[in-house]
């Protein structure tokens, strides 16, 4: 029987089948559902309940993501003037732009792209935050920004935002080191996992005192600290560029002894894991760049000389389930990406069908095909930041950020 049925017993919302409405309605982008509120009163109460009804969101969200195997919705920050606007709220509604790319079955026989770059628009409560300053993450559609003490969640595809509970690692002269959101599969739960350090001034210098974290769970929604952190992290690599693959949080770190810093939201375990055993790592002359490869941990590095034809090796990390010591996982040299015509190009995310979306030197965006070793040029209305704020792979999702006092919905 389908979902609404129960709920819905004796009103008639379509001449098809029950459901064969639920199944269509189960692979419609968010916006469209919400618009498909308008044909009829029924429809609305029925659109109502199954955005409400956690089955259908996750069959919904599971069929989103068979879907993009045919597509990737990218999501990236672009150059803009700060001098000449004053509203904040302008000023973030032309900072991010979105790319679709179409990967089409016959593409080698073609050699055809097809993509399509649209404005990406937040709420309008989130455009109020400076977010060139906010750390950002995002999870099934729901994207966490932090500026300070002040964590929002929204969910731009459905309009919803949700402002959290003060941490409870908030004080004065408080550096905030990360802020990455994920999803706990066995708990059934979406969780903040927070770092931060107290920075104090004695005798005109700036001290530190060890990192401390927290954990938000969106499920009982309160936040808790928890302990375990193994080393100590003066700078993370690359701010707001951490991966987030089967559970767990990865984020590239610099310190006398380069490494992956690491958290297991199951066992709420922190872990440091070692780099590839390559000349670049020793030499300590290198970039490295995280990124997800068939649901793998996947690593770039390449040279940081600028004067030179750089090559970009692709390692992924091997499944560390079956190691005794932590830390020991082993890592496969994947393949290589040899100098690209025209100058070199930095790796930002992988997309389906192998291909790899990169930034050139002048801000424009590159398709690169792992295959065929072709280049494409992308066609945007602006250039992507050479800082970007955001950068990752975005699925449109009604999961919902819903919980609190504090939660405001802008669902029509």
Not at 178 to 194: C, P
Not at 372 to 377: A, F, P, V, Y
Request: charged share 20%; glycine share 4%.
């Amino acid at each position: 029987m389908p979902l609404f049925r129960k709920a819905f017993m004796g009103r008639r919302c379509s001449d098809l089948p029950e459901d064969v409405l639920e199944e269509i309605f189960s692979w419609l982008p968010p916006e469209s559902l919400v618009r498909f509120k308008c044909v009829s009163k029924s429809w609305y109460a029925l659109i109502n309940f199954l955005i409400k009804n956690l089955e259908f969101v996750n069959k919904h969200l599971r069929n989103i993501d068979k879907k993009i195997f045919s597509s990737t919705y990218s999501v990236f920050s672009c150059l803009t003037d700060l001098s000449h606007c004053r509203n904040i709220s302008l000023l973030h509604r032309d900072m991010f732009k979105s790319l679709t790319v179409f990967h089409e079955h016959d593409y080698n026989k073609s050699h055809h792209l097809n993509y399509v770059s649209e404005d990406f628009r937040l709420p309008t409560p989130v455009c109020n935050l400076y977010l060139y300053a906010a750390l950002s993450s995002h999870c099934n559609g729901i994207i966490c920004l932090a500026s300070g003490s002040t964590l929002v969640l929204c969910n731009p595809a459905t309009k919803e935002v949700r402002v959290l509970p003060r941490p409870c690692l908030s004080f004065d002269d408080l550096w905030v080191q990360q802020v990455v959101f994920g999803y706990d599969s066995r708990a059934n739960d979406y969780k903040i996992v927070r770092l931060v350090r107290k920075r104090f001034i004695r005798d005109q210098m700036e001290y530190y005192l060890k990192s401390r974290a927290e954990m938000y769970s969106m499920g009982i929604d309160s936040w808790r600290e928890i302990n375990g952190i193994p080393v100590e992290i003066d700078s993370f690599a690359d701010i707001g560029k951490e991966v987030f693959c089967n559970g767990v949080f990865y984020w590239p770190v610099r310190a006398r002894n380069e490494f992956i810093f690491s958290f297991d939201l199951f066992d709420e375990e922190f872990n440091i894991i070692s780099l590839p055993n390559n000349p670049l790592v020793s030499q300590r002359d290198h970039v490295t760049k995280l990124a997800v490869w068939n649901e793998s941990l996947a690593l770039f590095l390449y040279p940081a000389e600028s004067e030179v034809p750089k090559s970009i090796e692709v390692w992924v990390m091997d499944d560390c389930s079956d190691h005794d010591s932590k830390g020991s996982c082993s890592w496969i040299n994947k393949f290589v990406i040899e100098p690209l015509v025209g100058g070199f190009a930095t790796p930002l995310t992988f997309l389906k069908n192998y291909k790899l979306l990169m930034q050139a030197t002048d801000g424009g965006l590159i398709l690169y095909d792992l295959r065929s070793q072709m280049l494409h040029k992308l066609t945007i209305v602006q250039a992507v930041s050479s800082i970007p704020v955001w950068e990752f792979s975005y699925v449109k999702s009604l999961v919902s950020v819903q919980g609190g006092s504090r939660s405001i919905s802008f669902m029509k």
